[in-house]
T-cell receptor, first 108, second 115 residues
């Protein structure tokens, strides 16, 4: 089993749609969780951290379920500029592991 | 405060040559990570280093690949006797020392092409 697994994608959605990505992790001792965004041929950039209580940043909502070892990212009212690959990241003792990423394409 | 600096941005090598990729972390960061990304694939962890120490190299091939992060100077990822399958984007990331909930800051990557 992979350390971090994500929805395979790709997701093709119209502008304004709501889309959700899922991620599961295998190490129950993992301590911190993040979502990163990667545009084509560019470096990954932090989108948001994921907290146990769930957190929201504008149109983006992240949820963590430690019991199920599951993380989610919800994007509301999607924009063309949201098109990218979204990477789930899990950290344990400063050791960071990335999921393979889920590609999102938002179409007019 | 400059970000994570990687050089070169593009590196072309012929099969059998050596490739050296450099990474200077952000100022004050003592943790460095190297990742490899093949076309149309996700980031694959290679190695995690702190100053003068390799903490986790479980993602790095046992042969031909090595990494270091000396007390002075950048972190170096070295690939000896490169083969076509080594062609990929290699990303370096750094994070601050010793805090929980650490965030990674990435360099722009080195695109290695093996002819």
């Amino acid at each position: 089993r992979k350390e971090v697994e994500q929805d395979p994608g790709p997701f093709n959605v119209p502008e304004g749609a709501t889309v959700a990505f899922n991620c599961t992790y295998s190490n129950s001792a993992s301590q911190s969780f993040f979502w990163y965004r990667q545009d084509c041929r560019k470096e990954p950039k932090l989108l948001m951290s994921v907290y146990s209580s769930g957190n929201e940043d504008g149109r983006f909502t992240a949820q963590l379920n430690r019991a199920s070892q599951y993380i989610s990212l919800l994007i509301r009212d999607s924009k063309l500029s949201d098109s990218a690959t979204y990477l789930c990241v899990v950290e344990n003792n400063n050791d960071m592991r990335f999921g393979a990423g889920t590609r999102l394409t938002v179409k007019p | 405060n400059a970000g994570v600096m990687q050089n070169p941005r593009h590196l072309v090598r012929r099969r059998g040559q050596e490739a050296r990729l450099r990474c200077s972390p952000m100022k004050g960061h003592s943790h460095v990570y190297w990742y490899r990304q093949l076309p149309e694939e996700g980031l694959k962890f290679m190695v995690y280093l702190q100053k003068e120490n390799i903490i986790d190299e479980s993602g790095m091939p046992k042969e031909r690949f090595s990494a270091e992060f000396p007390k002075e100077g950048p972190s170096i990822l070295r690939i000896q006797q490169v083969v076509r399958g080594d062609s990929a984007a290699y990303f370096c990331a750094s994070s601050p020392q010793g805090q929980g909930n650490e965030k990674l800051f990435f360099g722009s990557g080195t695109q290695l092409s093996v002819l």
